[in-house]
């Protein structure tokens, strides 16, 4: 099996970074990266700065196959994600005349001159559509310009489904416990000894009469990722688990 393609996020937004607005798009692209066979490794949080996010975008479009921004892409004083993807990839910023005909055509006479900065897009970009979702997505390169507003995010992720395509999915399965972290730390060692290949994570939980510890296995090998799981099953004692997901 081929290694799993690899992807980072940059989450751009002053009102995120002082807490008034709570981030809600991360949880929907990472569970479709996994659906996708894409390994989301890092994602960074940063502020309304041009610099900023050009050297962030910088970094992580060269250490990652694909790079996904949240935020900065509307009409206001403090959207400023094209111009710091442009600045990072040494581009211009340009009208696209296909974007701004769409304004035109969706506000009439109410279209400002703050709407059609939503028309600006880094020199040399790509705009991503599909039958169902005609609105572009704007893709410098291996990076993607999502909004940040989580209603029209979420309308976006069916877009990068497409044009991403899909290798071998991430695969999950759970095992809940009464027993606690301390107690089941060899009985992980064991597992994660013997199937290198397969992600293992440990959650207590507290207050839940129903179980203690979720113990998760993931991978894109579905013979390894239950094989693990058995295992762990199997050096439990004989009233446990609690539950198999």
Known sequence: ????????????????????????????????????G?????????????????????????????????GGVGPTHDDVTVDAVAKAFGVAVVTSPEMRTMLLEHYKERCTEGHLRMALIPDGATLETTEAIRWPTIRFKNTWLMPGVPEVFRMKIPVLVEKLGQEVPFISTAVYTKMEEGDLKPLLDDVVAAFPEVDVGSYPKWFDPSYKTKVTFDGRDRAQVFAARDRFVSTLPETEPQRVD
Request: glycine fraction near 2%; hydrophobic fraction near 50%; proline fraction near 3%.
């Open 38 to 70: 894409i390994q989301l490794r890092r994602v960074v949080m940063v502020l309304d700065d041009i610099e900023t996010i050009a050297r962030e975008v910088s970094e992580l479009s060269a250490s990652h196959d694909w790079l996904f921004t949240s």
């Open 1 to 36: 099996m081929q290694p799993a393609k690899t992807a980072a996020v940059l989450i751009i937004g002053n009102e995120l970074l002082s807490g008034k607005v709570e981030e809600a798009n991360l949880p929907f692209l990472a569970r479709a990266l996994r659906d996708l």
